[in-house]
């Protein structure tokens, strides 16, 4: 192990809000957590930028590395350096910036293939999901959870959006996970209002109460990751979950949800299940 690296680590891909990041943290960055595979930063206001190795799936706040340089990276003693100036280690020179998906506004949304989707999404969940977060139905989560979904309803059906926002903010930090399964369902709400091309004041009208309120509530890791989305900011398997069952055949979704599998433990079952609450909402209630 080594304190000192002259050398400079090169980035494969990097996420649209990295430099935004790093500019405003003036690249000065601590060492936040560490895993087997991915390295958490934090700057002084508490974004945190994620560094991964290749074959992981990135988001805004995302940087990947070929394996080499990530393990290169994970050979330096970080954690003795109190803040790391980033420019000194890592080099976003040539590095790809991973764009945000979007919807395509010229595709009309044909409801029936929808329905169909979605009704495909929610046997994979039945079927193969992991039901130990939101998605378990008996467990203690899923129980707590079930009325506030119905609250929420009745709130989004009467366009008492602010409110809603306030309902659905009961769920975060709820549940087992580095990111609790409460957030995870509501990141998985969040992407289907943001890819159904929900109406931006309606999104942030629901969105402002949980982001006002979340940092006290949850870790900073799935705060970042709750405020992340309310600006429209989502890994790229979520994005494509969310873009599958909008527009997709069944054969794109069972690969979104494959993928979808390999995000923490539960993460990824409670955000395709958010993904499928949400999308009933605006669905039903449009």
């Excluded at 290749?54 to 340089?69: A, D, K, M, N, V």
């Excluded at 979605?118 to 079927?127: A, C, D, H, N, R």
Aim: hydrophobic share 40%.
């Amino acid at each position: 192990m080594t304190t000192d690296f002259n050398g400079t680590i090169k980035v494969l891909k990097v996420g649209d809000r990295v430099e935004y990041i790093l500019n405003n943290a003036d690249f000065k960055l601590k060492v936040h957590s560490t895993f087997e595979h991915a390295v958490n930063f934090i700057g002084l206001n508490d974004w945190i930028i994620t560094v991964l190795p290749e074959s992981y799936c990135i988001g805004p706040q995302g940087i990947i590395l070929r394996h080499e340089e990530f393990l290169k990276l994970k050979s330096i003693e970080l954690n003795k350096v109190e803040f790391l100036d980033f420019r000194k280690f890592i080099s976003l020179k040539d590095a790809e910036t991973v764009p945000r998906k979007v919807a395509d506004d010229t595709i009309p949304i044909d409801m029936s293939k929808v329905k169909a989707n979605k009704e495909y999404l929610g046997k994979l969940l039945q079927e193969s999901g992991n039901k130990s977060g939101l998605l378990g139905q008996t467990n203690i989560y899923g129980k707590y959870a079930e009325p506030i979904l119905k609250e929420f309803d009745s709130l989004f059906i009467g366009r008492r959006y602010k409110e809603a926002g306030q309902k659905l903010f009961e769920l975060v930090g709820l549940g087992p996970g580095l990111t609790p399964s409460g957030d995870d369902f509501i990141i998985g709400v969040m992407a289907s209002f943001k890819f159904y091309r929900m109406n931006e004041e309606i999104f942030k009208e629901i969105t402002e109460p949980i982001i006002h309120k979340a940092k006290s509530r949850t870790n900073i890791i799935s705060y970042n990751m709750l405020r992340q989305g309310a600006s429209g900011g989502f890994l790229e398997w979520i994005e494509d979950m969310a873009l599958s069952v909008l527009y997709k055949n069944t054969e794109d979704i069972e690969k979104a949800f494959i993928n979808m599998m390999k995000i923490g433990s539960s993460s990824g079952s409670d955000i395709s299940a958010g993904i499928l609450f949400g999308m009933e909402e605006v669905m039903n209630h449009s």
